[in-house]
């Protein structure tokens, strides 16, 4: 796990790091100081996977080979790294979906090195090196401890955002994914645009998604509170959704997900929303079973044509960082 990073230096190295969930802004109007601050989870697919080795030569092979090589070279200079490394991304989550796969990315290629060449990890500064945690702090945080976490917002000092709380998901709770595999969320310039077009929020409704989250999402959670949670994350999602929908077309990115989300609802599924940009959308359910119903009554209705949909675990570890690649990777 990411605790057992840092050890002795070793030939080959495997990452693997799980989806994330973004539920949702707490401050859009940053006049205590600090901006942004936000709350996410840790899921259980799909997975970012990076398998490293020394090598005679650098090689990067698999998707999103072109990034990576990018965050290696970074990494490369900043640590004054020799000699050659072979990476294999043997699985990536899907990108501009909404699920945390660029800072999946670019974690996972700082760590692999780090294992690689027997040195502590440094999340919050590689993250800052390689350009995330511009905004939310949470991917970070789900990198390093999983769980549900929440971050404290970017301040003036432009540090990445520090995790503020960390709180178990119950284990028997389980997330029912809608992918929309014909669209992407809002990334890039983009983002930095959609962001600079709209105003900032007002101080009521920072007040708002603060209570929600520190008097209801937290302490229901903790509670194994299925009731709570849900209806706290789906206020939360109302109020961001509505703040979000003159760049994104609506309070969902997709129309296609916001209907099948629509029905999740209308049978029981509890704290719909939308993660990140979208266009994944979430619901929760109180266990497998109850899961396995509400996606297999999507899978069979009009509004879950064309999506994919999936039901996933809520992980309460972080990425998984070991000293061994799989026997059959190849050395270059």
């Not at 990076?50 to 092979?61: D, G, I, K, Q």
């Not at 917002?153 to 997330?175: C, L, N, Q, T």
């Not at 916001?258 to 619901?283: D, M």
Request: hydrophobic share 45%; proline share 6%; net charge neutral.
């Amino acid at each position: 796990m990411v605790g057992s990073a840092g050890a002795m230096p070793t030939d080959d190295a495997a990452v693997t790091v799980p989806a994330r969930l973004h539920l949702g802004f707490l401050d859009l109007n940053g006049g205590l100081g600090r901006r942004f601050g936000s709350i996410g989870i840790s899921i259980g697919g799909p997975v970012t996977r990076l398998l490293f080795r020394r090598a005679r030569r650098t090689s990067v092979e698999g998707p999103e080979a072109d990034r990576v090589r990018r965050h290696l070279d970074v990494m490369r200079d900043f640590l004054g790294l020799d000699g050659g490394f072979d990476i294999r991304v043997d699985a990536v989550v899907p990108s501009h979906a909404g699920l945390g796969s660029g800072t999946h990315l670019a974690l996972a290629t700082a760590a692999g090195l780090r294992r690689l060449c027997g040195l502590p990890l440094d999340v919050a500064g590689d993250a800052a090196r390689l350009g995330r945690g511009a905004r939310s702090g949470v991917g970070i945080g789900l990198f390093a401890k999983g769980g549900v976490v929440v971050d404290g917002g970017r301040g003036p000092g432009g540090r990445v955002a520090p995790v503020i709380s960390r709180i178990e998901f119950p284990e028997r709770w389980r997330i029912i994914l809608v992918l929309d595999p014909a669209r992407h969320g809002l990334n890039g310039s983009g983002e930095v645009k959609a962001f600079a077009a709209l105003p900032p929020a007002s101080p009521e409704q920072a007040a708002h998604l603060c209570r929600l989250v520190v008097m209801q999402a937290l302490p229901s959670l903790a509670d194994a509170d299925l009731e709570g949670f849900g209806a706290a994350i789906q206020e939360i999602q109302a109020v961001i959704g509505d703040y979000f929908a003159p760049a994104q077309g609506g309070r969902f990115s997709s129309p296609q997900v916001a209907a099948a989300l629509g029905l999740l609802e209308r049978h029981g599924g509890c704290g719909v929303g939308q993660s990140s940009w979208g266009p994944t959308g979430f619901a929760f359910a109180a266990s497998a079973d109850e899961a396995e119903r509400l996606a297999d009554t999507l899978r069979r209705s009009p509004e879950g044509r064309g999506l994919d949909i999936r039901v996933c675990v809520g992980l309460n570890t972080g990425a998984d960082i070991t000293a061994h690649a799989p026997a059959d990777a190849p050395v270059r």
